[in-house]
């Protein structure tokens, strides 16, 4: 079985400048997590997807921070205009469901992000 | 607020020592712990997952323990290995639906 795939995997810009990063689920897995990491901290949900809907979207900076899954499926999380504190990892996980047995999350390798 | 946190920060034991990571938790209600592992530039792969109405979970050298009423989780490793050298994630879930909130981690050290 395939696992979470992310990419890119590094990303270094300039700040003010604008990235976007994608996030292929495990077939199957109905909700979808963006986490940001930074440095010695642990990950920080951004937001999470049920199918095509947001679930929880509560710690996404929504000034500068978007996400979407069109097709239930596939996600992109971009950001515009990146500040120097974006700089960090995010992480996309995914999950069969949401209810009890189907919570267990698995993880993508993160896409590590530089503002300079 | 869910407040999690992990003691110590940073672990270097030698091969063969068994340990023990410790995480809290500031609101007893929860519906489930779970402990990850985290290597350098990887994403993060579940070890164990306790159920509030667990005390414990074992796979293989790891053991890990909750105390719900204390807000208390360990993690437990025996016999240590230097494979075992990464950053040991606790984090707990409030709800059957609520996300994961996680402590910053303890890096471990094993050495040879």
């Known amino acids: 079985e395939a696992g979470v795939a992310q990419s890119p995997r590094y990303k270094i810009i300039e700040k003010r400048q604008s990235v976007a990063f994608w996030c292929n689920p495990i077939?199957?897995?109905?909700?979808l997590y963006w986490y940001q990491q930074i440095l010695g901290q642990g990950p920080k949900l951004l937001i999470q997807?049920?199918?095509?809907?947001?679930?929880?979207d509560s710690q996404l900076p929504k000034d500068r921070f978007s996400a979407e899954r069109l097709k239930g499926v596939d996600s992109t999380l971009k950001i515009q205009p990146a500040k120097l504190e974006d700089s960090a990892v995010y992480l996309c996980?995914?999950?069969?469901?949401?209810?009890?047995?189907?919570?267990?999350?698995?993880f993508g390798p993160g896409t590590r992000l530089l503002v300079l | 607020k869910q407040e999690v946190t992990q003691i110590p920060a940073a672990l270097s034991v030698p091969e063969g020592e068994n340990l023990v990571l410790n995480c809290s938790f500031t609101?007893?209600?929860?519906?489930?712990l779970q402990w990850f592992r985290q290597d350098p530039g990887k994403g993060l792969t579940s070890l164990l997952l306790?159920?509030?109405?667990?005390r414990e979970q074992t796979s293989g050298r790891l053991n890990a323990s909750l105390d719900k009423s204390s807000g208390r989780s360990t993690l437990y490793i025996a016999a240590s290995q230097p494979g075992d050298s990464a950053t040991y994630l606790c984090?707990?879930?409030?709800?059957?639906?609520?996300?994961?909130?996680f402590g910053k981690g303890t890096m471990l050290l094993v050495s040879p």
């Open positions: 996980a995914s999950s069969p469901g949401q209810r009890a047995g189907q919570e267990t999350q698995y």
């Open positions: 077939s199957g897995h109905a909700t």
């Open positions: 997807f049920q199918n095509n809907g947001v679930v929880d």
């Open positions: 609101d007893s209600a929860i519906y489930n």
């Open positions: 306790i159920q509030s109405s667990q």
């Open positions: 984090a707990v879930r409030n709800s059957g639906y609520s996300t994961l909130t």
